[in-house]
């Protein structure tokens, strides 16, 4: 009685699991491939301590075989197999898992790289499948078991026949629609897309017989079949390979194609960090911003990698905001995954590793800006307003992150200058960083406002977005200088002696008509005032309070 209430649980533990921990059913594979080149591992390793084995690294390889015929996709290996009791206890019991158990006991002597821990990768063959058989032979052993399960009714296990060592496993596969015997796993364009995405990195040979049309000899236009046996993985990833040997040419071309751009990318950062948590990245800026770059449908994220394999297509914690824009992958062995390997148990490394990318990608563009200017200006037209929104935004939580990044349009240069080397610039007698806002730099150069402040040869930033404004405000000094908008009530510019007593004579003289002007003009200003700062223009408005004029138009078109 106990027992039978027992098999009720476990089935639905069962179901439960298989149709919950996972959000893809196409990890099925990922799964299978994982277990597989574990047990080539455990082989391998075996081979080099005990080394009377007679195997060699090329021995190894995993087999695919589609049959849409029986609507059979078949996953071979030549790994270390299972004994009978193997497949009962690491088949049989849900969550138990050998590999786990294989690598507590080796870690103490080698580092090894297994992928498997968690004891249930393998029931996800049941996500997409009728049966599942596992055909197995441990390897040194003379028999060969076959364990046979529909999923949640049991297994059964019995002696078998199998030419050597290794495990074979057979999944007949849930039909996709009415049409019986079809199933999208049996294509080849989709095994081929699905070992490309999640098992490109598998250090062993992934094989598969894939059909090819070639033309009939002796003929012009008749074609005929032919099969060949196609390695599908790359297996060696492209960021464990050594800088040294790789070429420009290279990265550009692995960005182009995982990434989908066109574009070469404008800055390569590949990083190998060893440490608390030791990590291999490689990111990319894009030559150019995506489409959506700025819109809702834009997502963050660098492509997350365990071991050789993809957890994470894009992990947003990976990278802040402001640096959005990098594209790329982190690969680490020291990530505390949890069951379905999709998310991250423990966000601490992953913070660690966070933190020291956004210290990185902050110095290689600091270190663009320093060395190669064009190529800075041209990533700063793509990506700067993200730099300014992210000084801006979170209460300027992340502005010194970004501000020595950021750059602003300047009426004396003529081009994009930094907030820095205008410091550089400023007057000895210069309190502060005058700035004006406008639609467009040519607009701005127009404004009266700035005539005076040209005259005297300050240089004025031009700001033309709307953020622009409202990331000044938030830094509020830089290096210990102030912002002031050249629309500002009083541009504090140092006077001489007998320039203030002129101004003070010119006022007291002008009274009588600033008056009659206040009283024409009403409550639509609040003083009318002589000014200093117009050469060629009569007159001008500036505003009373911190903000200025174009920061308040951007403030009343915005929907309350
Ligand atoms: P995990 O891989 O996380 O350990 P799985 O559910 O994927 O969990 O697999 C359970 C166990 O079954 C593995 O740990 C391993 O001991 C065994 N196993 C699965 N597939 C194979 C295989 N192809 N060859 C040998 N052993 C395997
Ligand atoms: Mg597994």
Redesign the pocket.
């Known amino acids: 009685m106990a027992k039978k209430q027992f098999k009720a649980e476990s089935k639905r533990l069962l179901d439960l699991m298989i149709n919950s921990i996972y959000t893809h059913k196409e990890i099925f594979l990922r799964?299978?491939i994982?277990?597989?080149s574990?047990?080539i591992d455990?082989l391998y390793y075996r081979s080099l301590t005990e080394g009377n084995t007679g195997l060699s690294r090329d021995d190894f390889s995993i087999r695919l075989e589609p049959d849409k015929e029986a609507r059979t996709l078949k996953?071979i290996?030549n790994?270390?197999?299972?004994t009978k009791e193997?497949l009962e206890k690491?088949?049989g019991t849900i969550a138990?898992?050998?590999?786990?158990?294989?690598k507590t006991e080796m870690e103490k002597k080698e580092d090894v790289d297994i992928?498997?821990?968690?004891?249930?990768?393998?029931?996800s063959a049941f996500m997409v499948s009728d049966k599942v058989t596992?055909v197995?032979k441990a390897y040194g052993e003379d028999v060969a078991y076959e364990w046979e399960s529909t999923g949640a009714d049991g297994y059964t296990i019995k002696d078998c026949e199998k030419e050597g060592n290794?495990?074979e496993?057979t999944l007949l596969l849930k039909a996709d629609t009415e049409d019986e015997n079809y199933s999208q796993y049996l294509e080849t364009y989709q095994i081929k897309n699905l070992i490309n995405k999640y098992s490109d990195y598998i250090r062993y040979p992934i094989q598969m017989m894939v059909e090819h049309q070639k033309l009939k000899e002796g003929t012009e236009n008749e074609y005929e079949t032919y099969s060949e046996l196609e390695t599908l993985n790359s297996m060696i990833p492209l960021w464990k390979k050594n800088k040294s040997e790789l070429k420009d040419e290279d990265y550009n071309q692995f960005y182009k194609e995982k990434f989908y751009d066109f574009t070469d990318p404008a800055k390569v950062i590949h990083t190998n960090v060893e440490g608390v948590v030791s990590y291999t990245a490689l990111l990319f800026i894009p030559g150019q911003a995506p489409y959506n770059y700025y819109t809702k449908e834009f997502e963050k994220g660098l492509q997350l990698y365990s071991s050789g394999v993809l957890i994470m297509e894009k992990c947003a914690d990976l990278l802040p905001d402001y640096f959005s824009f990098v594209r790329g992958l982190v690969d680490s062995q020291d990530l505390s995954l949890n069951i379905s390997r999709e998310m991250l148990q423990h966000d601490r490394q992953l913070k660690a590793i966070a933190q020291r990318l956004e210290k990185k990608i902050k110095s290689e563009l600091l270190s663009m800006l320093n060395t190669d200017r064009e190529k800075y200006v041209e990533f700063f037209k793509n990506f700067g307003l993200q730099l300014k929104f992210g000084m801006y935004d979170k209460f300027g939580a992340n502005k010194d992150a970004v501000k020595d990044l950021v750059m602003f349009y300047s009426s004396s240069e003529k081009a994009l200058v930094t907030l820095s080397e205008y410091v550089s610039r400023m007057k000895p007698d210069q309190k502060y960083i005058y700035f004006a806002s406008g639609e467009s730099t040519d607009k701005i150069d127009k404004l009266p406002q700035t005539e005076l402040l040209k005259d005297k040869g300050y240089e004025i930033l031009y700001l033309t977005d709307d953020v622009d404004e409202f990331a000044l405000q938030m830094l509020h000094t830089f290096e210990e200088k102030e912002f002031k908008s050249v629309s500002s009530d009083d541009l504090e510019i140092e006077e001489s002696k007998e320039e203030k007593e002129a101004a003070e004579k010119q006022a007291e003289e002008s009274k009588d008509m600033l008056e009659c002007m206040k009283e024409a003009l009403g409550d639509k200003v609040a003083e009318v005032r002589l000014s200093q700062r117009l050469k060629s223009h009569p007159v001008c408005l500036t505003a009373k309070g911190g903000l200025s004029i174009e920061m308040e138009k951007v403030l009343n078109s915005m929907p309350v």
Do not use: C, H, P, R
Request: no cysteine.
């Open positions: 799964e299978l994982s277990n597989a574990d047990a455990k996953i290996d790994g270390m197999g299972m193997e690491n088949l138990k898992s050998g590999s786990l158990d294989f992928i498997g821990q968690f004891g249930v990768g393998f029931y596992v197995s290794g495990t496993i």
